[in-house]
């Protein structure tokens, strides 16, 4: 089984973020979404707003590595690419991995 828990916090830069630009980043995150369907894969994902700062949020697993899980790791590729003040975290479990059964794994994201 291959669990997945992850956070990035949303910017478009490393000082002060420019809502139409947020906007932008926003819509193309959200199709991006959309065209590899993350929102119905066997996880959670969301865009969630909290004070004016745009956290997305995932959390899932899976019986065996799958698309899904390659999705995940092009979804945090992606928010590097186009937002660059981003960072986050992605833990990731394999237990079909002799050498790393029972241990997180982690990706890191800095935009």
Do not use: C, P
């Not at 809502?19 to 959670?44: A, R």
């Not at 937002?83 to 982690?106: A, C, H, K, M, P």
Request: aromatic share 16%; no cysteine; charged share 20%.
């Amino acid at each position: 089984m291959i669990e997945y828990y992850g956070w990035i916090s949303l910017s478009n830069s490393t000082y002060e973020s420019d809502d139409y630009e947020m906007k932008f980043i926003l819509d193309k995150l959200t199709t991006f979404i959309s065209k590899h369907k993350l929102d119905d894969s066997s996880g959670f994902i969301k865009i969630h707003i909290v004070n004016v700062s745009y956290q997305l949020i995932v959390s899932g697993n899976t019986n065996h590595y799958s698309q899904d899980i390659a999705d995940i790791f092009e979804l945090y590729n992606y928010v590097a690419q186009i937002s660059q003040g981003s960072y986050g975290l992605l833990y990731v479990r394999n237990d079909e991995l002799i050498w790393n059964g029972n241990t997180f794994s982690n990706k890191k994201i800095k935009g």
